[in-house]
């Protein structure tokens, strides 16, 4: 069975930057991009952010993000597949290293979204998502 690639990974932060250029710099001293989008989790909205994941670097950008989530502490962060499949990563203490499957991630309407306790809004599009 041929290996799942991750296309990209969806993390919160409980943090504030004091501007624009210390948040570029935090994501830049990793080495990844990102894409600042509206989460809301388990009914709590948080600040988010899209990062692309390199397909030659999967496993190794999963792992970062991983404990990034980790020292901020995040329960977990969301992973997608080029197929759309999305899995919940669990980074607490408690459950780190487990791994839930969501369902598919796909485009719903606002009203959908804001009727689950679990989606992201992408400001840019105007598009609401969730997994399931």
């Known amino acids: 069975m041929k ?3 991750c296309s990209f990974v969806i993390i919160a932060l409980n943090r ?3 501007d624009e250029t210390e948040e ?3 994501w830049y001293k990793y080495g990844f991009q990102y894409k ?3 989460g809301v989790y388990k009914g709590e909205h948080e600040r988010s952010y ?4 390199d397909p030659d670097e999967g496993a190794w950008d ?4 991983r404990s990034i989530a980790y020292c901020a502490n995040q329960e977990s962060i969301l992973v997608v597949h080029g197929d759309g499949s999305a899995f ?6 408690q459950r780190y290293g487990e791994v ?5 991630w796909r485009d719903v309407p606002e009203s959908v979204a804001k009727g689950s306790d679990c989606y992201t809004y992408d400001p840019q599009t105007g598009k609401y998502y969730l997994a399931g």
């Open 3 to 5: 290996a799942q690639i």
């Open 16 to 18: 504030e930057f004091k």
């Open 24 to 26: 570029k710099g935090f």
């Open 36 to 38: 600042k989008v509206y």
């Open 50 to 53: 899209v990062i692309p994941v």
């Open 62 to 65: 999963v792992g970062a993000l």
């Open 88 to 93: 919940l990563h669990y980074t607490s203490d």
């Open 100 to 104: 839930e499957y969501l369902g598919q």
